[in-house]
Every structure is written in C-alpha cells, then in structure tokens.
C-alpha cells in the first residue's frame, strides 16, 4: 500500500492502512471518471459543431452560450426517456451488456499517464493493460447483439466482433514497434524516451506504424469511415438497434471515451504525452516545460482528426475493411519492424545513445 | 487475515462458483460467458502472485481474442444440447478418470507443502525493489529457453497456415474481386468512345 500522498494520513489516521488507500485511490478513480465523462461531453458537442462547419451549417447553438449546454440537455432528453426491453430478448445480457461496454474503456485510463507521474496506477505492464482492456471491450457489443435477439442487431455484432479482433493485431504490431524504441511497457517510460523536443518523438522513426496505428484505432472505435457496424443503410442501427434511453447512450459514452483514449494513447506513443515539443529552445518556461496542456493539445488535435475523418470519407465496404487489416497493416508493420530491426543492429536512431 | 488472503479466498470462490457454471449452463452462450468470468478471476489470482505478465497476458489472449471467436461460433450454431449430452454415460468413465487424476496432482502438490517444501519460491524474487515480472519472463525467454520458445513459435506459424489452407476451397464459377486489377484500371478500359459521322437522309433538310 504505498503511494498514498502523506496528507491523506494526516487526515483520516484512525482508518487502517489498506482502507486509507482505498478511500484514496477511490476519490481520484472518480475525479478521473468525471473530468472523463464531462470531456466526452463536449466532445459530442465538438463533433456536431465541427462537422456543422465543414459542411457550411451551424450545427447546434441555441442552449446555453454558443450551444455550449447542449450536451446536458442530450442527457437530460435521454434520462427522461424510458428503457425498452424487448421481450424475447435475454434480460439479464440485454441490460449488462452496455455496462461491459463502457467498463473497460474507463478503466483503461488508469494507466493513461496524464502529466509527469499522473497516471492513477503507474504499472510496469501498462501497455499490455491497455491491450487487454481494450480487447475485453468487444463483449459489450457482441453481448448486445445477442441478447437483443434480432437479426439486425446480431448481425451488427457479428461485424463488430470480426472488425475489432482483426483491427487489435494490426495495433498489437504497431505498438511492438514502440516497444522495441522504449525498451520499456510503462507509459511513462515510453514518454521519458523520446524527451529532447519534437525531433526525437518516435513518430519520426515509425511513420507507418503511427499510420497504422491510427487508422486502427478509428476502426477499432467503430468509427467512420469504419462504421459497418451500425452501417444505416444496411442493418438500421446495428447492435444498438432495439436499445433506447440511458441504455443506449452508455454505448455511446464507450464510444467516445475510446476516442479520447486512442487519441490521448496515439499522442503517448509516438508524439511524447506531456513533453513539450520546444523541450531544450530557449523559449519561455512555460513553453519548455512538461506538462498536462501539450497532452491535451496533442490529444484534441487527434480528435478533431476523428471528427474531420467522418467529414470526410464515405463509408468502407465490409469486405474491404477486412482486406486492408488483414492484408495490408498487418504485412506493413511487420516490415517495418524489420527495419527498426536493422535500425538497431546499426544503431541509427535516437536509442542508440 | 491479511487484505491479500481475504481477496484471494474471495475471487477462488467466485473463480470456483463460475468453472461449475460453464458446465452445467444449459445455454452454451452462458457456458461461454461463465468461462470468460473464470478467466478473469484467475487473472486476478495470478495478479496476487505477482505474475501480472501472465496475468494481462491471460485477458489479452484468452478473453480478448480466442473467447471473442469461441462465441462468435457458438451464438452461430444451433446447437441441441440433446444431441451433445447423448455419449455422456458413455463416456463418464475416462471423464472420472481425469479428474481422479487432477485431484491426486494437487493433493500430491498441497502434501509436499505440508511437509514445509517450498513448491513456488516466488514471493522472494518478486519482493526485491524494481523487479518487474515481465522483464524476467522475457529474459528467461530470449536466453535459456530461446529454442523451445522459437520452436513453439514455428509450431504456432504452422498450425496457422494449416488452418488456413484448410478452409481455402477453390469451387468451379467461383467471382473473386482482383483488387489489383481493380485499382490499375484505366478510364480508356472501361468506356470506348466512338466518333461517327453524321448520316443524312437525302431528301432530308439541313437545319
């Protein structure tokens, strides 16, 4: 039980130890969990404003200033609304399966180091943590595709399950990469190594995987233009189809917690976290400094990548999507992985020091 | 009781309660599901012995990836539960058999512990300061065991080819989509543009 600050023995010393520790840890889990919750938030607030704006409308301004209240009146609007149970469906999946969804997703962010030392659980296996959680979240989807008992909703899940497991290896590889650079599996670490300002961020020596990897992530999010999954057109909504209310929107928060995530993991893994790019210039203090506000600058500019991708693209074809995980990230990071490979047998890089 | 022996006890029971489940869920998707559950608990059980590598390892594989597949399958087939059981008097012998067997492994195991030997002297390497589980594995991996490792690892490839070549049938009138082809076409391919000169009809009146 170490890692308690000493104020909070100070504060509560007729507890015992482990008790302390989990009042602790429990009172930052849920910090982190609101400060999450409230970014996604404004996250579908953003989606829809800048979505607006590259297609010349508006978008959403009429509750609170600019429209920024909207996302609580979403909240409110869907609370309200009552949770319909199919009556074939199998209750107890039916309504635990949302709830698989958004666990691992938040839980993730445990090890998501947000400033020098801010991660909640400072691990050695962080990277593997991340992996197993993100590939634990397909059960929320294939759970509701099931219970639902519907052919729509079943098939959606079949395509969720197919997409998502082909797209983990693609990212699996991509990260063995950063890895190799790190010599280390705690994210801190990860971003320890590639200090010295913008020049030594490993996205300079592995572009394709950073490709890779990104592109991944977009499709392990189900998100546009790999949306299949809830592909309108072709089976109305997907695994969500009969879900409505908070049930329903839980799915959604998953969703675009695992946005945040991939985009704040895409900026630690190859652009540094919370090193500042001018890291070593003789700039002001806090333009060289490390902190929590270059992680959050990199991390929104990923996001908006997500949002202008949706703009953008118009939608994969299933089989499509299979071909380009299975046969071209897959064959990509591994060939690339043999040159970092050869990188290091020469010592070319910034690890050779 | 220490916190460490209250949590173990707890998850073994909740470990226990879900290997009954997979066995006697009627619905194999719950089967499945119960094993998923009894996977993660014996994550946790390996956690509390520090082994967090085999432990992440265990959700990332067998949760993540060979789970996701084995339920795919299952919510695909019909299956009639029936049918599956028809054998089961047949074949209870072997079945008490085996489990004879696993039980005699741990009794032999929980006997050499009760004369004081030392079965996994783990707990000593893992409390040094900045041991890290992983780091350990590997390097076990990469220097004394690197043939058995690499020769599982080909092993592995193999079986993965194999499947594959399996389930590759080529069927008579079969269409496949040639994407190279697809991507290198060219606007002249696909559409002819032809010039012909106009025909006038005599009699007929230019305008």
């Known amino acids: ?72 009146a979403d909240v409110l609007k869907l609370m309200l609304k009552e949770i319909v149970i199919p009556s074939s469906s199998n209750k107890f999946l039916f309504i635990i399966a949302p709830l698989l969804a958004v666990i691992p997703a938040l839980a993730a962010w445990a090890v998501v180091p947000l400033w020098p030392d801010g991660a909640v659980a400072d691990i050695n296996a962080g990277l593997l943590y991340l992996l197993a959680l993100s590939s634990a979240g397909v059960y929320g989807v294939i759970l509701a595709g099931w219970a639902t008992n519907s ?196 010592d070319i890089g910034p690890w050779s020091k | 009781m220490s916190i460490t022996e209250i949590l173990f006890y707890a998850f073994s029971g909740v470990l226990l309660v879900s290997a009954v489940g997979v066995i006697t869920a009627r619905n194999p998707v719950h089967a499945a599901l119960f094993l998923v559950f009894s996977f993660f608990n014996s994550a946790v059980l390996w956690m509390l012995l520090e082994a967090e590598f085999l432990a992440i390892v265990l959700v990332l594989v067998y949760v993540g990836a060979v789970m996701v597949l084995f339920l795919f ?61 992983t780091g350990a594995l590997g390097e076990l991996l990469y220097t004394k065991y690197l043939y058995p490792f690499e020769l599982a690892a080909v092993i592995l490839l193999l079986a993965i080819v194999a499947a594959i070549v399996l389930t590759m049938r080529k069927r008579a009138g079969l269409k496949q989509q040639d994407i190279g082809a697809q991507v290198s076409v060219r606007a002249q391919d696909r559409v002819r543009i032809v010039k012909m000169p106009p025909v006038i009809e005599a009699g007929e009146k230019q305008s």
Not at chain 1, 294 to 314: G, H, N, V
Not at chain 2, 81 to 107: C, H, M, N, S
């Open chain 1, 151 to 346: 052919k729509y909703a079943f098939l959606g899940a079949m395509r969720a399950a197919a997409q998502m497991v082909a797209y983990e290896i693609a990212m699996g590889f991509a990260l063995v990469g950063v890895v190799m650079a790190a010599g280390s599996l705690n994210l801190g670490d990860i971003i320890e190594r590639q200090s010295g300002g913008y020049f030594s961020y490993f996205f300079w020596w592995m572009i394709p995987l950073f490709v890779v990897y990104f592109i991944s992530g977009v499709a392990e999010t189900n998100r546009a233009p790999f949306d299949v999954v809830e592909g309108e057109s072709e089976i109305v909504a997907g695994f969500h189809v009969e879900y409505s209310g908070m049930a329903f929107a839980v799915f959604f928060v998953a969703e675009y917690v695992n946005m945040i995530l991939i985009s704040a993991l895409t900026s630690i893994f190859f652009f540094g976290g919370w090193l500042s790019p001018f890291e070593g210039y003789p700039l002001p203090g806090f333009l060289t400094a490390p902190g929590f506000h270059w992680l959050f600058l990199k991390l929104s500019f990923f996001l908006f990548c997500y949002l202008w991708f949706r703009a953008t693209f118009p939608r994969y074809r299933y089989d499509q999507i299979m071909r380009l995980g299975w046969k071209v990230f897959i064959p990509v990071t591994l060939v690339w992985l043999a040159v970092l490979g050869a990188f290091f047998a020469y």
């Open chain 2, 73 to 133: 399958v299952v919510m695909m087939l019909d299956i009639n539960v029936a049918q599956v059981k028809e054998g089961f008097t047949r074949y209870a012998p072997l079945g008490i058999l085996i489990a004879l067997i696993v039980v005699a492994e741990i009794g032999s195991v929980v006997w050499v512990k009760s004369l004081g030997q030392e079965v996994t002297p783990v707990t000593a390497i893992a409390a040094e300061p900045g041991y890290s589980n």
């Open chain 1, 1 to 72: 039980m170490n890692g308690v600050p000493e104020f909070v023995n100070t504060l509560l010393p007729f507890l015992p130890e482990w008790i302390r520790a989990v009042v602790f840890y429990g009172v930052v889990a849920l910090v982190l969990f609101i400060s999450v919750i409230l970014t996604m938030a404004f996250l579908t607030l953003a989606e829809r404003r800048v979505i607006g704006s590259i297609q010349a409308r508006i978008g959403p301004n009429r509750v609170g200033p600019g429209g920024l209240l909207q996302p609580f």
